[in-house]
C-alpha cells in the first residue's frame, strides 16, 4: 500500500504503452534497477508495475496491434501520465465541457482503479483515475524515479486556462526556466510545468513527457544507449534547474532523465 497521498489534480500514475512490453521491460529494469510485478490480463497479456525498492514507481502494458501513434505523433510507444481525481464520471464530462474529449469513458480496472482516457483541446491525451484498491504511486521525486510531468504545448495561455479549470491548479512561474513556463503545484510542491512549444520544435505534436530523477545524466543516457536506447537530445545544462537529456527506449518511447543543481 502506497505512503504517499495524491491530491486531485496531481500526477499520480505514469505508464509505459510498448509494443514490446518484454523488452521494455528488461530495458528499465537494467536502467534504472527497477524490479517487475506481474498481473496477468485477459487474453494471455500481462500488465507491469515497475518497483524501487519495493515501492511502485510505474507501470506497462502491451499495445494491441494498430494501435495509434504516441504522443509525439512518431512512435506507437509512449509514457502516459495519469491524474488523480475524486470522481471519474464528473471529472470526465468536466473535462468535455471545457472543450476537450472523451477517448475511454469511465470504467473499472477490475478492482484497482476507476479510470477514463480523455484529450485536451489541443488532442493531447491524458488519463484521469479515482483511488480504488491501488493509490498510485509509491515514489516520487527520488533517484530512479518519476519527479517531474511537463505538457509541451503550442498554445500555453490555452493549455494553462484549460487545466486549472480542469483540476483547480495554483500556477505560478518558474524564476529560472524559460520565459513563460509555467508550473501547477498543490500544498507540498511543485507537481509539474507547462512549457511553450517554439518553431524548432517542427512537425512533433504537443504531448505530456515525464522526467527521471538521476544520479548521473550523462552516466545514466550513456547506458540507455547500451541497453539499445536511443538519445533524442543529448545531456545539457538547464541554468538555474539542472542537467537534462531526453531518452528514447529501444521502442521509440520518450522521457527526460534530469539532476537538479
Known sequence: MTALVHAPGAPCWFELATDDQPAADAFYSALFGWTIER????????????KLAGRDVAGSYPLVPGA???PDGNSTSHWGVYFRVA????????????????????FELMEHVRMAVCADPEGVVFSLAQQRAHPGVDAIGVDN???WAELATRDIARAEAYYQRLFGWRMQAHPTTPSGY?????????LGGLLQMTPDWGKCAPHW????????VDACAARALRLG????????DAPGVGRIARVCDP?????YLIKFI
Open 145 to 147: 524515479a518519476v519527479c
Open 182 to 190: 509555467r508550473v501547477f503545484v498543490d500544498q507540498q510542491r511543485m
Open 87 to 106: 470522481d471519474c464520471n464528473a471529472m470526465t464530462a468536466r473535462a468535455v465541457a471545457l472543450g476537450g474529449r472523451m477517448i475511454a469513458a469511465p
Open 68 to 70: 495509434a501513434p504516441g
Open 251 to 255: 521502442g521509440g518511447a520518450a522521457f
Open 39 to 50: 498481473t496477468p490480463m485477459p487474453a494471455g497479456s500481462a500488465y507491469t508495475i515497475f
Open 229 to 236: 536506447g536511443s538519445i533524442a537530445f543529448p545531456p545539457f
Open 209 to 216: 513527457s515525464i522526467y527521471l530523477q538521476v544520479a548521473d
